[in-house]
């Protein structure tokens, strides 16, 4: 938990300073994992690396969802750095498919929902980077609360082949964290 909230402060605090890079993601990946009991498993114990592993999960169907495979991974994560970093110089927020939290969306799911780069902690990094795009650009970050948790993870197997049911569920949490600053401003006249 303090490891996470080290790594929020420096998402939130030096966001304009922050980038979206292999190194930057690695980085962050080793502060946030850097204790052996974080880790699921601690054969896999391994902060700041790429997977060496195998990774899948079973979906909600019992049918087993399967990661890119570890050899594959440095490749992918270049692209997908490099693709997020080019829709970004292009961000147009009259344009849905080029509005930041589409490029939001669309890193999260390939980062977790095909490319899964770490033995553990991937999800958290994700999200860090969804809120690392979101406050490049002037939004406010998101957060799924426990209460949705179930419905999130639910998203990933409708997002399969279509982004929007993932880009739906985002767009609600930017909807309520914007609602919260509403309300925090309110308060504080």
């Known amino acids: 938990m303090i490891n996470h909230h080290n790594i929020l402060d420096i998402i939130f605090i030096n966001y304009r300073s922050q980038s979206i890079t292999e190194e930057n993601i690695k980085e962050l990946h080793r502060q946030l994992m850097k204790d052996i009991d974080q880790w699921s498993d601690d054969g896999l114990y391994s902060p700041g690396d790429y997977k060496s592993f195998e990774n899948m999960t079973v979906r909600s169907n019992g049918k087993i969802h399967n990661f890119l495979s570890p050899d594959l991974v440095k490749e992918a994560m270049r692209e997908l750095i490099q693709k997020t970093n080019e829709y970004l110089e292009y961000a147009d927020v009259k344009v849905i498919s080029k509005h930041p939290l589409t490029i939001a969306t669309d890193f999260h799911l390939e980062f977790l929902n095909k490319v899964r780069p770490f033995s553990d902690g991937n999800g958290r990094i994700a999200r860090m980077f969804v809120n690392l ?49 509403v309300q925090f401003m309110k308060s504080q006249k």
């Open 133 to 181: 795009i979101l406050l490049k650009n002037g939004y406010s970050p998101i957060f799924i609360k426990e209460v949705d948790r179930q419905e999130y993870l639910n998203r990933f197997e409708l997002s399969d082949n279509d982004t929007g049911p993932m880009l739906d569920f985002m767009a609600d949490r930017l909807i309520e964290s914007l609602e919260e600053k």
